[in-house]
């Protein structure tokens, strides 16, 4: 049983325009709710991460929204650009076990 | 700083064969990680370590054994492989704290035939 549900599961967007990935999460113990952004062929590499005593939080053109009663964050990409193209996974966080989404696939057509 | 590198990149092993990764980080991290990443089920923890001569199991563990005798590397085992353990995996290493990031190695490709 996957603890974190992400989706959609791919996703194609045009240059410029906004990218939406969420994901659910059923343990409360979380307390730690990182994105990652993985390219081809590479370990993924953090993107933004947020806590849950916070509701938002933006970095350049990444922000992720939270919604601790709702159980759901979000990651949205503004102004995408083709170089966003990856795939990206929500992850959440209880002392050292993290469990992470099933990815979602960007793509940024140009 | 190479960061984290994990040896080998990639291999191929036979049901049965035994084989150990081995991941090296110079960040002088106190955590480190074992993952594999099968496609549709994101990243999965394996085992991990908070330290020098210390491991704990993960999500999953099964057919899998580690060892951290020196603080930069952790080993991953395979004592006996089965074709379900054909996946990508991935070391991380992490310092120690609650928001501590966690630093991806490249990964090694492993089929078991």
């Known amino acids: 049983q996957q603890q974190v549900k992400q989706s959609p599961q791919s996703l194609i967007v045009q240059k410029g325009g906004i990218s939406i990935i969420n994901c659910a999460y059923e343990?409360?113990?979380?307390?730690?709710f990182p994105w990652y952004q993985q390219f081809p062929g590479k370990g993924p590499a953090l993107l933004i991460a947020?806590?849950?005593?916070?509701s938002e939080k933006k970095e350049g053109r990444f922000t992720i929204s939270f919604n601790k009663s709702a159980k759901q964050f979000s990651l949205h990409i503004m102004d995408s650009q083709p170089g966003d193209s990856a795939t990206y996974f929500c992850a959440a966080r209880f002392n050292n076990d993290m469990r992470f989404g099933a990815g979602t696939r960007l793509t940024v057509k140009p | 700083n190479a960061g984290v590198t994990q040896t080998p990149k990639f291999r191929v092993l036979k049901t049965g064969q035994s084989m150990t990764l081995l991941c090296a980080q110079d960040m002088n991290h106190e955590y480190m990680y074992w993952y594999r990443q099968d496609p549709g089920m994101g990243l999965r923890l394996i085992h991990y370590s908070v330290g020098e001569g210390t491991t704990a199991k993960g999500e999953v563990p099964d057919g899998y054994n580690v060892s951290r005798l020196k603080k930069q590397n952790f080993l991953l085992g395979l004592e006996s492989a089965a074709p379900s353990q054909t996946s990508v995996y991935f070391c991380?290493?992490?310092?120690?704290?609650?928001?501590?990031?966690?630093?991806f190695g490249p990964g090694t490709r492993l089929t078991v035939l």
């Open positions: 991380a290493s992490s310092p120690r704290g609650r928001s501590g990031e966690q630093f």
């Open positions: 343990n409360t113990a979380f307390d730690y």
């Open positions: 947020i806590r849950p005593d916070v």
